[in-house]
């Protein structure tokens, strides 16, 4: 028995698959990712030698190589994790989220109808398609409205979230035409070790220690629901197990918090962890232009899984943004490593004079 991951060299899905082998009774690991500037394969540096990881340099939008992996390792499950992922990128540039996140991922369920399709029963049965998607599907949430329940209306504000909106309606459909034996998860924001530094947390992080602008967008007081992500990668585990096939989970960590609390939460354990000589970190706040069309608020009612599957976070925000800030401060040499000529281009490009 194998699994497919797709993206399992990004920040989630290389996170899912440590875990995953972490366990040494797990089932091997077919790992396929495109490498894309958020793809990294020293996030998987941990698995070297590990026979039970194959990582496959390739993309989801392939046929042929999909058909071939789907046929050659047999996996009883295939992780759809692979995703263009930054709301800000899918403003600049839409193209690609459309590429990867809408026909890839039809892609990807054509040839694993086509594999489940011709499957012997029992493997059939077994057979599961989890597709990992997020909770900005749903729109922006009012101040007194009720978190998003998996029964919420499809509501996608950004070209990110309206690819990622698209994904999910395919996903449906071939369970609801086809009956492919299909899952999916809608999870909050994450955050936690190998988050490349182009998302709010980490930037913030690298950042402070380089000793440059932290740029808030708009006003700060936009609100998301911070979930540390081992616990999507348990979440994931158990839907992946227990999950109805068809239906839908929301994972979230019961953690609303507004950026500029976020930001001053993690200036604060600097200030303790890695004091600056040159003043508190909170000095380098710096309000900037705000993002074209941001969601408000955002915040994931998770009492499904709980009930019928009995997962909860493990971690407070509290515990995981502790663990988040000493894993950077233990790891500068992978920071490096992704602050490539590339990354440099989008913050200046992102930022401008800010940086
Ligand atoms: P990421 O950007 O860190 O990683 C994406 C990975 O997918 C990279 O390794 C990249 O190389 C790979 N990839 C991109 N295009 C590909 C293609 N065409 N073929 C094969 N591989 C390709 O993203 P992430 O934050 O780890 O998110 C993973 C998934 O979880 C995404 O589907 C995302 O929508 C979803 N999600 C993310 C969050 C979050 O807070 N980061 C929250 C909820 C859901
Ligand atoms: O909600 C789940 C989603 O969370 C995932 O589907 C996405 O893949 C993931 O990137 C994340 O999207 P966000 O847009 O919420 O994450 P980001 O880290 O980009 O921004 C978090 C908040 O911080 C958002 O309100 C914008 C703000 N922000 C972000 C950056 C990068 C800033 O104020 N300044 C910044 O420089």
Redesign the pocket.
Known sequence: MTILV??G?????SNFVLDWLADASAEPVVN?????Y??NRANLAPLAGDARHVFVHG???DRALIDQLLATHQPRAVLH??????VDRSIHGPGAFMK?NVD?TFTLLEAARAHWGALPAEAKAAFRFHH???DEVYGSLKPTDPPFTETNPYEPNSPYSAS?AASDHLVRAWHHTYGLPVLTTN????YGPLH?PEKLIPLMIVNALAGKPLPVYGDGQQIRDWLYVKDHCSGIRAVLAGGRLGETYNIGGWNEMANIDIVKTVCALLDEMKPDPAGQYERLITYVTDRPGHDRRYAIDARKIERELGWRPAETFATGIRKTVQWYLDNADWVHGVQSGSYRDWVSQQYGATR
């Not at 060299?9 to 899905?13: D, K, N, P, T």
């Not at 396929?32 to 894309?36: E, K």
């Open positions: 797709t993206g060299a990004g920040f989630i899905g396929l990712d495109a490498l894309t958020a793809g993309d989801i939008g994790f692979a995703a263009e992922s930054h990867t890839g990992v998607s997020t990622k999870c909050s924001n994450n490349f």
